[in-house]
């Protein structure tokens, strides 16, 4: 038998085989996904519904409170009107006594279900200082509210309050005559001119919790009705399914028989030619050519090999460039980095230790250089400089910026002798503002700090204030109002001063730590960071106390860190370490 004849054959057999294969699993998977979709619908209704019930108690709550509010403050403006009619308020006999102030102060709180209304609470009368006047219960009247403060220490709560604020509304729990706990929600509106306080007392149960029932009932009653409908929809969709699938199958069969005869004479050349070059392609060999013949599809096809030939040199050309490119910018990348970091003090000599200090700082950079930088240097035989700052920006430009603003402050304060901070911060800014065509800016706070006497001396650039923690309080310093650096010629900065005192502890840092974000946009703040501190005593490495709150900053960012972070600590110590 030919291959042609052999191949319309198989053609046929294959095409019915996979027309009645593909039908029974589209029809087995359509029904599994119709199923699985009305479950999910059914499901989503049934959360609308609930989240609709939820809304609607929580609306109705809101409204029905609003509403005892408001009933409360009608009566108390009705017994306002009755009061004045009394000559003397502090005859209480007199108020007791009156049959319609009586009678408003005891009005019910009514509920209207199902079109009649239902005593759902009620309103009393008492004394500025918690004496029951009036109330629909005898037993009460005469008695001080105060008598059950333990017992209901809420609804004393807000009485108490009613003797200090013109309204006053809350939640309590009551236990009835029959020993159980009922929810009441309590208003007090104090009648202006008068000593005396309206009470609206209702039971949440019946004036709120009625109509939320119908509402609820309502819904799954709705719901019920949505699900059947869907079920049957369903169905009738999975019929008319069927259908299709039986009359295209037949359809695809007949046409596959049809098609089976002219396909296997015009198509076994050509796919053998396009294996052939298929293979070669698969080996790495890019410069073979099919000829374009046969069928519109296999010629297109053998068309689209040739130009995917052409294209993979071009594309492992390109490829190898990018490569190289880019191997040589991460190299200069991390050369770049590795100067950065060589213009960071990596920590104090011995000598420098004996100077009764501690001192430890530390930078994570959110690219591959840093924008941030900090530095330490003695300008003297008992001065210390101290520097954080942090730069417009990021990557490349602003560890340029760094390193220039770096190198000019370190210049200024060793050479400049007696100039104080602010002197050095106004003469690096009115450099930096000069041919700042790119606009940049950088926040600094520099600080000398006498080794002595423990007196810190420091000027702000506009960045972050300084924490302090000293036994056990945290404390904030350091803010002066001054504007970034490279922002305005002829800039001013004032000048200020803390005493370090022995065992104190003091963290600068830039916003990368406050403003650090975690995936839902909250900030970390500051509050965290002191948080953290306070943890500490001063007998707590600085190193350890930067890495724990490093730590706590990476784990809030979720290794998504958008902005360097740098912190550094000082403490002044009480003796020489390893005396």
């Not at 009470?199 to 949505?226: P, Q």
């Not at 304060?413 to 100039?419: A, D, K, N, V």
Request: aromatic share 8%; proline share 3%.
């Amino acid at each position: 038998m030919k291959l042609k004849h052999k191949f319309m054959i198989s053609y046929v057999a294959v095409i019915s085989g996979i027309v009645i294969i593909a039908t029974g699993i589209v029809n087995h998977e359509v029904r599994d996904l119709s199923e699985a979709s009305t479950d999910i619908a059914c499901e989503g209704l049934e959360d609308i519904v609930r989240d609709n019930h939820k809304l609607s108690r929580q609306i109705l709550t809101m409204v029905g409170k609003s509403r005892v509010r408001v009933q409360t403050r009608a009566v108390a403006a009705e017994l306002r009107i009755l009061l004045r009619s009394l000559p003397d308020l502090s005859d209480i006999t007199a108020v007791k006594g009156n049959p319609e102030i009586r009678k408003v102060a005891t009005e019910d709180i009514l509920i209207e279900i199902d079109g009649h209304e239902e005593r759902a609470g009620y309103f009393d009368l008492i004394s500025d200082d918690g004496l029951a006047i009036i109330h629909p219960n005898p037993e009460v009247e005469g008695c001080n509210y105060s008598i059950w403060k333990d017992e209901y220490p809420q609804m004393w709560e807000l009485v108490e309050r009613s003797f200090t604020e013109d309204e006053v509304s809350g939640d309590y729990t009551f236990i009835n005559s029959e020993g159980l706990a009922v929810d009441k929600f309590l208003v007090l509106n104090r009648i202006p001119g008068t000593p005396f306080i309206v009470c609206g007392n209702v039971e949440k149960k019946l004036f709120f919790e009625r109509a939320h029932a119908a509402i609820s009932a309502k819904g799954d009653e709705k719901k019920s009705e949505v699900e059947k409908a869907m079920r049957v929809a369903l169905a009738e969709s999975m019929r008319d399914f069927r259908w299709h699938c039986t009359v295209t199958g037949t359809a695809l069969v007949l046409a596959g028989v049809l098609l089976a005869f002219w396909q296997a004479s015009s198509l076994t050349r050509p796919i053998q030619d396009l294996c052939s070059n298929v293979r070669k392609i698969g080996q790495g060999d890019f410069s073979g050519h099919i000829t374009e013949h046969g069928p519109c599809e296999i010629s297109e096809l053998a068309a689209s090999f040739n130009s995917l030939g052409r294209e993979l040199d071009k594309y492992i050309e390109n490829l190898r460039r990018e490569t190289a490119v880019r191997q040589a910018m991460e190299s200069e990348m991390e050369i770049t980095r590795r100067i950065q970091n060589s213009l960071l003090p990596s920590d104090l000599t011995e000598e420098q230790r004996g100077k009764l200090l501690e001192l430890q700082a530390k930078i994570i950079s959110a690219k591959e250089v840093s924008g941030d930088f900090f530095d330490f240097f003695f300008i003297n035989h008992k001065t210390l400089a101290l520097i954080i700052a942090d730069v417009s920006g990021k990557s490349l430009p602003a560890a340029m910026f760094m390193a220039v603003t770096r190198t000019l402050l370190r210049i200024l304060c060793l050479e400049t002798g007696q100039s104080t901070p602010s002197d050095i911060l106004r003469a690096a800014n009115d450099y930096l503002c000069k041919d700042n065509d790119s606009c940049m800016f950088v926040t600094t706070f520099l600080a000398f700090y006498d080794t002595h006497s423990g007196r810190m001396t420091f000027a702000n650039a506009g960045h972050n204030d300084v924490i302090s923690l000293k036994d056990g309080k945290i404390e904030r310093f350091g803010i002066l109002g001054g504007i970034a650096l490279g922002v305005l010629p002829g800039a001013k900065y004032k000048e200020d001063s803390h005493v370090v005192n022995p065992s104190e502890t003091l963290l600068l840092y830039t916003d990368g730590a406050t403003e650090a974000q975690n995936t839902q946009e909250e900030q970390f703040g500051i509050t965290r960071i002191e948080s953290i501190l306070a943890k500490f005593d001063s007998q707590t490495p600085l190193g350890q106390i930067i890495d724990s709150i490093n730590k706590e900053l990476l784990d809030f960012q979720e290794n998504s860190q958008f902005d360097d972070i740098t912190l550094m600590a000082l403490r002044r110590m009480q003796v020489i370490r390893g005396r």
